[in-house]
């Protein structure tokens, strides 16, 4: 085999290596989760997700809590019987907790 053939067999294995993982990542689509706030705790109480998945707080306690991480997310209120999502965009774990229950509701979101 030249030299020019064999540069160009490599080329196209490259470029065909390429494309295989660029299809493999577009078709991965992002992955829904769900923390249900019950019994003034979050269930699970730590989750590992990936960047871009979405993440629904479910409030099934008869009064209002909060999903609050410091400089990365806050819900506000979550009613009863309410949900909130949200979207991690950055990775990293982070620490959370219900604004009206501190000490007792505490949670982390681990983002790959």
């Known amino acids: ?6 540069v160009s067999v490599a080329s196209a294995l490259v ?23 019950e019994a003034s705790r979050f269930e699970p109480e730590t989750l590992t997700v990936h960047a871009g998945d979405k993440i629904t707080w479910v409030n099934k306690d008869p009064f209002p ?4 991480s410091a400089g990365n997310f806050d819900s506000a209120l979550i009613q009863p019987d309410q949900s909130w999502t949200f979207t991690p965009k950055s990775k990293g774990a982070f620490t959370y907790i219900c604004s009206f229950h501190p000490t007792t509701m505490k949670g982390t979101l681990r983002v790959q």
């Open 65 to 68: 809590h909060t999903a609050t």
């Open 15 to 37: 470029l065909l290596a390429w494309l295989a993982g660029s299809a493999a990542a577009a078709s991965a689509k992002p992955a829904s989760h769900t923390v249900v706030i």
């Open 1 to 6: 085999m030249s030299f020019r053939s064999f």
